[in-house]
């Protein structure tokens, strides 16, 4: 047991938020009692559009009917009565949504209702609920009401959103009243609440001063030790841990400019360059055989998907290397079993045959399925890895990615270079502001004439371009710039020779001809570079080591187990923290989640970092809250 627990630190918000979601479809036993769907209730769950979000990531359809969930239909559909099964709700807590909940207790849909609150019901709606199921004599109908502390989405074990949407726009637009900046940090409290409860955890809380997040980790402590003070606990844990986690706040305005970068990671990649949302990605492959290819969709998941799991933080030379690896593993696993029965068959022939020779060869009768189940997903990650690489050839998005590294590493720093990008046309005009501004964000002083000139370069018709506004405003009273050491001009002409070499990646249609083609050429050796810490990644590192640098030693401590004393004070843990939830007021993205993953993997003792953020954003996504903000 404690050998396993080494490998992987027991915080995962995935497992938790599951288990409460199995506990609700079971109406809402306790951990002591028999959880395990006998088949003698068929139940019906109704969700709203909100709750379904959160369901989708953590269990699918099998999974639900595998509690004994016959149906699931959306709140605010039509639906016909079924009298003889319970229904089990879970939805949001709103006027709207208690007003249909009751008028499908007055039509008597169900035979019992079980109602499961997301969040905490608001007093007056409850009472608004009880009064109406009273006038239509249905409350005796409702068996059951619970607040389930589940209002957030789980997406993998280590990350998780609120899903507040416009979360940037709702920290720093200036039109704001005080009453709607209070509520945006009660509602962003409320639900990380939710995430600690449904953990089990009580963390010791730091944050930097003078900002949303310190408004945010003020109401948390309070609602913590409101909850200690009723009787909760984070008892739940003691059998796995014996250090509390830390929580690290942050605001977004601390690191603005790696919501821009072009990323070179598999998963950041899918998040930037297709769509995607709850971990799903659908796009239109580009095919020569056909003339308008319908658009697939695909599910990434990190338990089901081996090669996933590995690979989505893997640089994309990596990954497509890996592909074509596990493609040719396949084929020749493949061409074994055939040269094994004596013949070219597939499908239920080959079982047949394989059923009927050897003890070996019924071994491999059994690994056929496997192997069925691993080609599906290298076949999806091919797919996948071909739409990236059409874009990154169609774009140039290779010479963005190189020349964006090297501008925030301090390799270079020379406008020229941005200007060369820009007038040759390379890329989007949405790819040229993003170039635009992580140079403006990572150069220390850039004068206005520089500004100038770089902008007098963008397509004036360029996707969110006011959103300028708000960055150079948010730079000139932030200190997130750190200072960059000037290179030689010897080493920007090497630079600028590497980005010459690179060229167009691949000239074939095949998919598999240009995975080959992209790992055979002299991208992946290029590229492969360790990534560096960002910002917030050594924010953290300072945090967990307990040793405060120039930045962290002035961060705000709250410990919501300890009273405050007259002094104000409370005393500092000293030994270095295992466990971190990083949490981003203002929105987050993939970037900085691997980022924070590669980090804790490489350091010398078992570190579990937990990322979450009120939302997660492409920078497309960015772009739009910040042309608001800056519009305003």
């Known amino acids: 047991f404690f050998a396993s627990m080494s490998n992987r630190l027991p915080l995962s918000v995935k497992t938790k938020q599951r288990e409460s979601l199995i506990r609700m479809l079971n109406f809402n036993k306790e951990e002591d009692e028999d959880q395990r769907w006998e088949g003698d209730t068929w139940k019906v769950l109704i969700y709203d559009s909100h709750c379904s979000d959160i369901i989708a990531p953590l269990l699918r359809v099998h999974q639900l009917r595998e509690q004994g969930v016959t149906l699931h239909l959306l709140l605010h559909r039509d639906r016909q009565p079924i009298q003889d099964v319970p229904s089990i709700y879970f939805v949001s807590p709103s006027q709207e949504n208690v007003q249909r909940l009751s008028e499908d207790c007055a039509a008597n849909l169900y035979e019992n209702f079980h109602i499961n609150f997301s969040s905490t019901l608001p007093k007056e709606i409850m009472e608004d609920l009880a009064a109406k199921t009273l006038r239509t004599d249905s409350v005796h109908l409702i068996r059951s009401v619970y607040d389930q502390y589940l209002d957030f989405i789980s997406l993998e074990h280590n990350l998780f959103s609120l899903n507040v949407k416009g979360s940037l726009v709702s920290c720093h637009h200036q039109k704001l009243t005080d009453e709607e900046a209070a509520r945006n940090v009660e509602l962003v409290a409320e639900r990380l609440f939710g995430v600690l409860v449904t953990m089990g955890i009580v963390p010791i809380i730091q944050c930097p001063r003078n900002g949303m997040a310190e408004h945010v980790a003020r109401s948390v402590d309070k609602k913590l030790r409101d909850y200690l003070l009723h009787g909760g606990s984070d008892g739940n844990r003691t059998a796995f841990s014996f250090q509390r986690p830390v929580l690290v706040l942050l605001d977004r305005c601390i690191d603005l400019a790696v919501m821009l970068h072009h990323p070179w990671t598999y998963q950041a990649m899918i998040q930037d360059m297709l769509k995607s949302q709850l971990n799903r990605v659908w796009f239109t492959p580009s095919s020569d055989k056909e003339e308008n290819p319908a658009e697939v969709i695909y599910d990434l998941e990190e338990d089901l998907d081996e090669f996933w799991a590995e690979h989505r933080n893997s640089q994309f030379p990596i990954m497509a290397e890996a592909v074509h690896k596990r493609i040719s593993d396949l084929k020749k696993r493949k061409e074994e079993l055939a040269r094994t029965i004596g013949g070219d068959v597939e499908g239920d022939e080959l079982r047949r045959q394989l059923a009927d020779n050897t003890q070996n060869l019924r071994q491999m009768?059994?690994?056929?399925?496997?192997?069925?189940?691993?080609?599906?997903?290298?076949?999806?990650?091919?797919?996948?890895?071909?739409?990236?690489?059409?874009?990154?050839?169609?774009?140039?998005?290779?010479?963005?990615?190189?020349?964006?590294?090297?501008?925030?590493?301090?390799?270079?720093?020379?406008?020229?270079?941005?200007?060369?990008?820009?007038?040759?046309?390379?890329?989007?005009?949405?790819?040229?502001?993003?170039?635009?501004?992580?140079?403006?964000?990572?150069?220390?002083?850039?004068?206005?004439?520089?500004?100038?000139?770089?902008?007098?370069?963008?397509?004036?018709?360029?996707?969110?371009?006011?959103?300028?506004?708000?960055?150079?405003?948010?730079?000139?009273?932030?200190?997130?710039?750190?200072?960059?050491?000037?290179?030689?001009?010897?080493?920007?002409?090497?630079?600028?020779?590497?980005?010459?070499?690179?060229?167009?990646?691949?000239?074939?249609?095949?998919?598999?001809?240009?995975?080959?083609?992209?790992?055979?050429?002299?991208?992946?050796?290029?590229?492969?570079?360790?990534?560096?810490?960002?910002?917030?990644?050594?924010?953290?590192?300072?945090?967990?080591?307990?040793?405060?640098?120039?930045?962290?030693?002035?961060?705000?401590?709250?410990?919501?187990?300890?009273?405050?004393?007259?002094?104000?004070?409370?005393?500092?843990?000293t030994t270095p923290f295992k466990e971190a939830i990083v949490f981003m007021v203002g929105g987050g993205n993939y970037v900085e989640y691997q980022n924070l993953q590669q980090s804790a993997k490489k350091s010398l003792t078992p570190r579990n970092i937990l990322y979450g953020a009120t939302e997660l954003l492409s920078a497309s996504d960015f772009l739009a809250q910040a042309q608001e903000i800056g519009g305003s």
């Open 365 to 573: 009768a059994t690994s056929l399925p496997q192997l069925q189940e691993q080609k599906k997903y290298i076949d999806m990650h091919l797919a996948i890895a071909t739409s990236l690489l059409h874009q990154i050839n169609e774009r140039d998005l290779n010479l963005y990615v190189t020349l964006e590294d090297g501008i925030t590493n301090g390799i270079t720093q020379d406008k020229g270079e941005i200007l060369k990008i820009l007038r040759e046309n390379k890329g989007t005009p949405q790819d040229h502001l993003r170039l635009y501004l992580v140079y403006y964000l990572n150069k220390e002083s850039v004068t206005a004439a520089e500004a100038e000139e770089i902008e007098a370069a963008l397509n004036p018709e360029t996707p969110f371009l006011a959103a300028t506004s708000f960055i150079k405003k948010t730079k000139a009273f932030s200190s997130s710039v750190t200072h960059k050491k000037p290179v030689s001009s010897s080493k920007e002409h090497g630079f600028m020779s590497k980005l010459g070499q690179l060229g167009q990646l691949t000239g074939t249609s095949s998919r598999m001809k240009d995975i080959v083609s992209f790992v055979q050429g002299g991208v992946s050796n290029m590229m492969n570079t360790p990534s560096k810490d960002l910002r917030v990644t050594k924010i953290v590192g300072s945090i967990m080591d307990t040793k405060p640098n120039t930045e962290t030693e002035g961060y705000l401590y709250f410990d919501p187990k300890i009273q405050v004393g007259a002094s104000g004070q409370i005393p500092r843990k």
